[in-house]
């Protein structure tokens, strides 16, 4: 597969068009995203103010840019990315059924997720709370833990978890009745907070606290932070300057991820803004390479 | 490579001034990720700063005594004592900007 120059990872307004002047200006792009571009974008009713397509409907605008990218001779690579990691010069991105891509520079233009981190959850993160059971199962031996899921395809984790831990408690965000090992307590409690209580965690649920070692929350979305360990968030965004450049070097944010308002046309035109400075980020390490 | 600790020994980790220690295991993906990450570190850090591997199914008195709750977990050792701990996979540069302040 070899290195990109420039990964992007999103198919909406953001991502099509950082992928379009990455492609112009001679660079080897690889787009991550969707075949069917972006829900956001399909599922608007009359847009008003897109230049140049007064009151397309979303569906339009959706072809539009499908015909753009096609003329382009632009692929979308349909796949989710999960993890980013930063090696220094180059960043490895982890894909579905752990498919590895590598380019030297990283556009975010996942837009933004919905749902909020519970209170109290970030500051614990690998202090007690965790998304990956079967990273972090091993050091529950003998101990006891929580596990928040928000669909059935996270039960084989706390399945895992179960054959480590002494004792699993799980809440399932969901409606189906979960089909788990014997040893899991099935809770049915709405989680609220959570806060550290000396050497354990407690969870605060609509209806009393537990006292557990430990905390999984295993859900679909994935936070900016979550998603490129090391990056700095402004709240539930990426923290960007005027050039879409963000703390790491050779990462830059652009459309909803990065910020309000939430608009197509603002939105392209960051992709623009963060394809240019990724152009200038490259350019920069060939010449000081030589 | 670093240097492996084995059967839950700290002593060469106690004799250094300045010793990062990644707690890492065979099962987990982002701790395969740190590993070039911290070779290239320990090579630019050689003669500063000595890095050790230890894996905590292999040491798990270790894990227990410095807290280790998620992995990759770096601890930062100054005089065999512990001062800080970065968790989680963390970018290149990140990391060396985490050793460099605590150094001197
Ligand atoms: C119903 C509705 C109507 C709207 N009307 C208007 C309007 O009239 N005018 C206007 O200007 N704005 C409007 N908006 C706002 C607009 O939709 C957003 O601002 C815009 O879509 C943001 O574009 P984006 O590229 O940043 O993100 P998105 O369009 O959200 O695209 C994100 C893309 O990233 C992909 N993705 C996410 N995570 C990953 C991952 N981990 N790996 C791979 N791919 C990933 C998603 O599949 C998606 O393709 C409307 C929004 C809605 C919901």
Redesign the interface.
């Known amino acids: 597969m070899g290195r990109y120059d420039i990964a992007v990872i999103g198919t909406g307004p953001a991502g099509l068009s950082a992928a379009i002047t990455g492609t112009v200006r001679n660079k080897k792009v690889l787009l991550l995203g969707s075949k069917d571009l972006s829900l956001k974008v399909t599922k608007a009713h009359k847009i008003a103010n897109y230049l140049g397509l007064p009151n397309a409907g979303g569906e339009e605008l959706s072809a539009a840019f499908q015909k753009h990218i096609d003329e382009m001779g632009i692929e979308i690579t349909e796949d989710k990315i999960n993890a980013i990691y930063g090696m220094g010069d180059y960043y490895v991105l982890q894909g579905g059924e752990n498919v590895m891509y590598e380019a030297t520079s990283v556009i975010l233009a996942t837009g933004v997720v919905a749902g909020k981190p519970f209170p109290g959850e970030e500051e614990n993160l690998g202090r007690g709370v965790s998304y990956c059971a079967t990273c972090d199962a091993a050091l529950y031996r003998g101990k006891n833990a929580v596990v928040i899921a928000y669909a059935p395809k996270e039960e084989p984790e706390a399945d895992f978890l179960a054959e480590m831990a002494d004792h699993v408690y799980y809440i399932p965000m969901y409606k189906e009745e979960p089909q788990l090992s014997e040893k899991i307590e099935i809770v049915r409690k709405k989680p609220v907070s959570m806060e550290r209580d000396g050497s354990k965690m407690k969870l605060v649920t609509d209806d009393g606290e537990i006292l557990t070692d430990g905390i999984f929350i295993l859900r679909e979305a994935i936070s900016p932070k979550q998603l490129v360990p090391g990056l700095v968030t402004d709240g539930p965004h990426v923290a960007v300057d005027l050039q879409m450049k963000t703390n790491l070097p050779g990462c830059f944010a652009c459309g909803d991820i990065a910020g309000t308002p939430y608009q197509y046309i603002k939105a392209a035109g960051q992709g623009n803004v963060a394809a240019l400075s990724a152009v200038s980020y490259l350019d920069e390490l060939k010449r000081r390479s030589k | 490579m670093l240097k492996e600790i084995l059967n839950d020994n700290l002593d060469e980790v106690k004799g250094c001034e300045y010793a990062v220690v990644d707690f890492n ?1 065979t ?4 701790c395969k ?1 740190m590993a ?2 911290l070779d ?1 570190l320990a090579n630019e850090y050689a003669g500063k700063v000595e890095f050790f591997g230890c894996d ?2 292999e040491n ?1 008195y270790l ?1 227990q005594e410095y807290g ?4 990759p ?1 770096l601890g930062f050792f100054k005089n065999g004592e512990q001062l800080d701990q970065s ?8 990391i060396a900007a985490w050793i460099e302040g605590h150094l001197n």
């Open positions: 295991a099962w987990c993906g982002p990720m070039p990450v290239d905590v199914d798990q894990a280790i709750m998620s992995i977990c968790i989680g996979f963390k970018p290149k540069q990140v």
